[in-house]
């Protein structure tokens, strides 16, 4: 059982690739261009985002939806004991506070909290 986990998100800059060799467990962003809604990284690359800008369209981007955040949490709490939780920090400074709390007391354990 590995007693610590490492969650970040996209913002990070890091490739899943990676995360994957640091450890480090990492959630996409959402990026929002005109109506469509894509995972960072997954879905649509750096390259792409710099086109659309180069269009003159200005993406948006918010969190990781809900359900993956709650996916890791649910796949850590039965591997871990505790958590780093980066993207959890940002969130609550972004006021994202509630979502994010309910997220972080998925892992009773968890220091984010």
């Keep these: ?3 610590i986990a490492v ?3 996209t913002g990070s800059n890091l490739s899943f690739e990676q995360a994957q060799e640091l450890g480090i467990y990492l959630l996409p ?3 929002t261009i005109d109506e469509t809604t894509y995972q960072d990284t997954l879905e649509i690359s750096t390259q792409d985002i710099y086109k659309e800008l180069a269009k ?3 993406p948006k981007t918010s969190m ?3 359900q993956k955040i709650y996916d890791l949490f649910e796949e850590l709490k ?4 505790y958590c780093i939780c980066d993207s959890i920090d940002k969130w609550i400074i ?3 506070f509630n979502h994010a709390k309910y997220c972080t ?3 009773n354990e968890c220091p984010c909290d």
């Design 1 to 3: 059982m590995e007693k």
């Design 7 to 9: 969650v970040t998100d």
């Design 29 to 31: 962003l959402q990026i």
């Design 56 to 58: 003159g369209k200005m």
């Design 64 to 66: 990781a939806t809900y």
């Design 78 to 81: 039965k591997r871990i004991r």
């Design 94 to 96: 972004h006021k994202r």
């Design 105 to 107: 007391r998925i892992r």
